[in-house]
C-alpha cells in the first residue's frame, strides 16, 4: 500500500534559523512527489513536483530535493512569512495524490 | 481570478439533510478530484473525474455521496442525509492532465453538521 510519513509533526523556529522537512514515502513505482504549503482555512497551495531520485527543485528560500526513500524540504533563513502547514503528497496509480498529515511549521520574529 | 474555485465556502446542515458542493476547475483544467480532510487528518482521496464521466472513486463512501462532472457546468459533490460524522472540510483540485501532473486546490468548503 502506498504510504507517506511526514516528520517532525510541527518545529518551531527562530528567524534566520534553517532547517529540514523529512517525507518518508513507499510506492509501487513513484508517480511524482510533490509539495504543497497550506494557510489555515485555505486550500494547498502548489510548491514543487520531483520525478526522479537526485532531482532538486528551488524557489525563494524553499530547496526540495528527493532520493529512492525520501525527500527533504529546507528551508534557509525562514521568515515569520513563512509559517504554514507543509504537506508532502505521492502519486497513486489512478491520478490520485496520497497525502502525508504534514508538519506545521511556526517561524517567530 | 482563474483558480481553482468552490462554493459555498462553508454549509451548515442538519442531520438528514442534503449537502452539495460545487468546483469549478482551472481554466483549461478538464480532469477534477474532489479530497476530505479531517480534523488533525491529511488530505483523503475521494473521487477522480473528468468531463461526463467518474474515472477512480474508490476513496468515496459507497453509500449516500456521489459526485458528477457534467459537460456543462461544474463538478458537484453530493452527500445524502448527512451524519455528524461528515463535517469536515472538502477540497476540490484541477489539473490539466491526469497522473503525475500537479493539481491546484480550491480554498474549499467547511461542511458542518449540526
Known amino acids: 500500500e502506498d504510504q507517506v510519513t511526514q516528520s517532525p509533526e510541527a518545529l518551531r523556529l527562530q528567524e534566520g534559523e534553517s532547517s529540514s522537512l523529512n517525507c518518508s514515502y513507499t510506492?509501487?513505482?513513484?508517480?511524482?512527489l510533490f509539495w504543497y504549503r497550506q494557510d489555515p482555512g485555505k486550500g494547498p497551495e502548489f510548491l514543487f513536483t520531483?520525478?526522479?531520485a537526485g532531482e532538486e527543485k528551488e524557489k525563494e528560500r524553499l530547496k526540495a530535493t528527493l532520493t529512492k526513500k525520501e525527500s527533504f524540504l529546507h528551508i534557509t533563513a525562514p521568515k515569520p512569512e513563512d509559517s504554514a502547514t507543509y504537506l508532502c503528497?505521492?502519486?497513486?496509480?489512478?491520478?490520485?495524490?496520497?497525502f502525508g498529515k504534514g508538519t506545521k511549521l511556526s517561524v517567530k520574529p | 481570478n482563474a483558480g481553482v474555485m468552490q462554493n459555498p465556502r462553508h454549509l451548515v446542515r442538519r442531520r438528514g439533510q442534503e449537502a452539495r458542493l460545487r468546483c469549478s476547475p482551472m481554466k483549461g483544467h478538464s480532469h477534477v478530484y474532489w479530497y476530505r480532510q479531517l480534523p488533525e487528518e491529511g488530505l483523503k482521496f475521494m473521487v477522480y473525474?473528468?468531463?461526463?464521466?467518474?474515472?477512480?472513486e474508490s476513496g468515496m463512501p459507497k453509500e449516500r455521496f456521489s459526485a458528477e462532472f457534467p459537460k456543462e457546468g461544474p463538478s458537484i459533490l453530493r452527500i445524502q442525509q448527512v451524519v455528524r460524522g461528515d463535517s469536515a472540510a472538502y477540497f476540490c483540485?484541477?489539473?490539466?492532465?491526469?497522473?503525475?501532473?500537479?493539481?491546484?486546490f480550491g480554498d474549499g468548503t467547511r461542511l458542518s453538521i449540526l
Open positions: 503528497a505521492v502519486g497513486g496509480s489512478q491520478g490520485n495524490l496520497i
Open positions: 483540485a484541477s489539473s490539466s492532465q491526469g497522473s503525475n501532473q500537479p493539481q491546484h
Open positions: 520531483l520525478y526522479s
Open positions: 473525474l473528468q468531463k461526463e464521466n467518474i474515472i477512480d
Open positions: 510506492v509501487s513505482g513513484l508517480r511524482g
